[in-house]
């Protein structure tokens, strides 16, 4: 292949990854503002002991999903080439486990109704609500086959009407005094609605049962990623599991309003980068020049971005609350900023592991999950008798924190990428956001009505961290500004 060729190739490329990070920052940040406004009516509607109920709910169902993917989707994406066989076996594999577990967990209603407080109405809603896995496996290969031609389009065309008729339908069940029943039922109408879209207009439909030859080739790469997936949800969801079953389902309504605020942040940035950076980390897996040299651009515009939205989340934590709550939720508020916190090294771990599981070393990410898991051990034993969830909540940042710098040295190993180049990558990002937090906190001193404060404080914050980097002639500061306008220059 001539330099010519690959030039070319390597701009289609280009072009390629910066439409999909347009399409998924597009789907991300519009999905979270329909969710963002539907949860403000339902979190002013729906009682504290709702909601928890539904989180007790979302522990099983976040198992019961890794169980029906299995790790496969990940493994469509890591395939350099993938056949219509695999995705066939992908798709029939998928369904027929969620199916099973679906149930199994149909069954279990008075078990998982015992555990949280002996609440007898979780049965009923449990029976519903984990539909919502069994449509999304549907969609698993719908979805990874537009992510792997770098074509998410209709992903984020498929969410946002998703969200609309779910959203409306949640409002009106609210308002109609359904409780706890009106957030399952939007669950389960955003699963169906997304998923029907994918099947209308994706043109793809299983050509093949279920082959043995591409069952062993997909699972050889989907274990590793399956055992780390099941780890990854404990680690997420061991806290709703404790606070639910030790305190109370108030406590966990109001762990699960912070966790649900804060990762609209945390998660959406975490979905972002693995779905726009993974395909093309794949593509370059040949490469160790290339691939260095895009692992220094993804490491600067990922520190540009996560650092300066979840530390300011955290700082304007209280006026947020305060504009879109009133009172009615102020015991969130300092559960909120801790996860904002913590979400940066969860962030950062994730995308550091995709390096590992782009470069074939899909096994280490399960040892990234065991370190992470035995953080979360630790920090729970240390913290569980002190009877304050805030407390709880502080170990579980600390323990993130401890695996961030464990993985990062993982990496710098496996990758040959030294630690002395990852601090290069973050450290100005990490001084810069400080800067912006000290300028955030004065101007929170100021006596105003929440709404202007938080107007205030955002638009201060976000003055100063652009005018420093604007001063430092940062290049992830016009390549942002190029991204927005369309110019299509992130990660050239």
């Given at each position: 292949?001539n330099?010519?060729?690959?030039?070319?190739?390597?701009?289609s490329?280009?072009?390629k990854?910066?439409?999909t990070?347009?399409?998924?920052?597009?789907?991300?940040?519009?999905?979270?503002?329909l969710?963002g406004?539907?949860?403000?009516?339902l979190?002013?509607?729906?009682?504290?002991?709702?909601?928890?109920?539904?989180?007790?709910?979302l522990v099983f169902?976040?198992?019961?999903i890794?169980f029906a993917d299995?790790?496969?989707?990940?493994?469509?994406?890591r395939?350099k080439h993938?056949?219509?066989?695999?995705?066939?076996?992908?798709?029939?594999?998928?369904?027929?486990?969620?199916?099973?577990?679906?149930?199994?967990?149909?069954?279990?209603?008075?078990?998982?109704?015992?555990?949280f407080?002996?609440?007898?109405?979780?049965?009923?809603?449990?029976?519903?609500?984990?539909?919502?896995f069994?449509?999304n496996?549907l969609a698993?290969v719908?979805?990874?086959?537009?992510?792997?031609r770098?074509?998410?389009?209709?992903i984020?065309?498929?969410?946002?009407i998703a969200?609309l008729?779910?959203?409306?339908l949640?409002?009106?069940?609210?308002?109609?005094g359904?409780?706890?029943?009106?957030?399952?039922?939007?669950?389960v109408?955003?699963a169906?609605?997304?998923?029907?879209?994918?099947w209308?207009?994706?043109?793809?439909?299983?050509?093949?049962?279920?082959?043995?030859?591409?069952?062993?080739?997909?699972?050889r790469?989907g274990?590793?990623?399956?055992?780390?997936?099941?780890?990854?949800?404990?680690f997420?969801?061991?806290?709703?599991?404790?606070?639910?079953?030790?305190?109370?389902?108030?406590?966990?309504?109001?762990?699960?309003q912070?966790?649900?605020?804060s990762?609209?942040?945390?998660?959406?940035?975490?979905q972002?980068f693995?779905?726009s950076?993974?395909?093309l980390?794949s593509?370059?897996?040949?490469?160790?020049?290339?691939?260095?040299?895009?692992?220094?651009?993804?490491?600067?515009?990922?520190?540009?971005?996560?650092?300066?939205?979840?530390?300011g989340?955290?700082?304007?934590?209280?006026?947020?609350f305060?504009?879109l709550?009133?009172t009615?939720?102020?015991s969130?508020?300092?559960?909120?900023?801790i996860?904002?916190?913590?979400?940066?090294?969860?962030?950062?771990v994730?995308?550091?592991?995709?390096?590992?599981l782009?470069?074939?070393?899909g096994?280490?990410?399960?040892?990234i999950?065991?370190?992470k898991?035995?953080?979360?051990?630790?920090?729970?034993?240390?913290?569980?008798w002190f009877d304050?969830?805030?407390?709880?909540?502080?170990g579980?940042f600390?323990?993130?924190?401890?695996t961030?710098?464990?993985?990062?040295?993982?990496v710098?190993?496996?990758?040959g990428?030294?630690?002395?180049?990852?601090?290069?990558?973050?450290?100005?990002?990490?001084?810069?956001?400080l800067?912006?937090c000290?300028?955030?906190?004065?101007l929170?001193r100021?006596?105003?009505?929440?709404?202007?404060l938080?107007?205030?404080?955002?638009?201060?914050?976000a003055?100063?961290?652009?005018?420093v980097?604007?001063?430092?002639?940062?290049?992830?500061?016009?390549?942002?500004f190029?991204f927005i306008?369309?110019?299509?220059?992130?990660?050239?």
């Amino acid at each position: 292949m001539n330099n010519e060729t690959r030039h070319g190739e390597g701009g289609s490329l280009k072009i390629k990854t910066a439409r999909t990070l347009k399409w998924n920052t597009v789907d991300r940040v519009a999905s979270q503002v329909l969710y963002g406004v539907v949860g403000i009516v339902l979190a002013n509607v729906i009682s504290q002991e709702d909601f928890g109920l539904v989180g007790a709910l979302l522990v099983f169902q976040a198992f019961a999903i890794i169980f029906a993917d299995s790790g496969f989707g990940a493994a469509l994406l890591r395939q350099k080439h993938t056949t219509e066989e695999d995705y066939s076996t992908v798709f029939w594999f998928n369904l027929i486990v969620s199916v099973v577990i679906y149930f199994i967990l149909w069954f279990c209603g008075p078990l998982i109704a015992d555990i949280f407080q002996r609440d007898e109405r979780l049965i009923p809603l449990s029976k519903v609500m984990f539909l919502t896995f069994v449509l999304n496996a549907l969609a698993i290969v719908q979805t990874n086959r537009l992510m792997k031609r770098l074509d998410v389009k209709m992903i984020a065309i498929s969410n946002l009407i998703a969200q609309l008729i779910g959203g409306a339908l949640g409002i009106g069940l609210a308002l109609g005094g359904w409780g706890a029943w009106a957030l399952v039922w939007q669950s389960v109408t955003l699963a169906g609605v997304k998923t029907l879209i994918l099947w209308i207009t994706g043109g793809w439909y299983p050509h093949t049962w279920i082959k043995r030859q591409s069952f062993k080739k997909i699972w050889r790469i989907g274990l590793s990623v399956f055992s780390s997936s099941m780890l990854n949800t404990l680690f997420l969801t061991v806290y709703s599991f404790v606070i639910g079953a030790f305190y109370s389902l108030r406590s966990l309504g109001v762990y699960t309003q912070a966790d649900k605020w804060s990762k609209m942040g945390s998660a959406s940035l975490s979905q972002i980068f693995t779905s726009s950076f993974v395909p093309l980390l794949s593509r370059v897996q040949d490469n160790p020049i290339d691939f260095k040299r895009y692992m220094l651009k993804i490491n600067r515009f990922t520190a540009f971005v996560v650092f300066p939205i979840l530390a300011g989340l955290a700082i304007v934590g209280e006026p947020l609350f305060h504009t879109l709550f009133g009172t009615k939720w102020d015991s969130a508020i300092p559960l909120f900023q801790i996860l904002c916190l913590r979400g940066i090294p969860v962030v950062l771990v994730s995308l550091y592991g995709n390096y590992m599981l782009a470069l074939g070393y899909g096994k280490r990410l399960f040892s990234i999950e065991v370190i992470k898991d035995c953080s979360i051990a630790v920090a729970i034993l240390a913290t569980v008798w002190f009877d304050s969830v805030e407390l709880l909540v502080w170990g579980q940042f600390w323990a993130s924190l401890a695996t961030f710098f464990i993985v990062i040295y993982m990496v710098a190993k496996t990758t040959g990428y030294s630690l002395k180049k990852f601090a290069e990558d973050i450290l100005p990002f990490v001084g810069v956001t400080l800067l912006m937090c000290v300028g955030c906190w004065l101007l929170g001193r100021l006596s105003l009505s929440p709404v202007v404060l938080l107007l205030i404080e955002a638009t201060g914050g976000a003055i100063i961290y652009a005018g420093v980097m604007k001063l430092q002639k940062a290049p992830e500061f016009s390549e942002a500004f190029d991204f927005i306008l369309g110019k299509k220059k992130v990660l050239s």
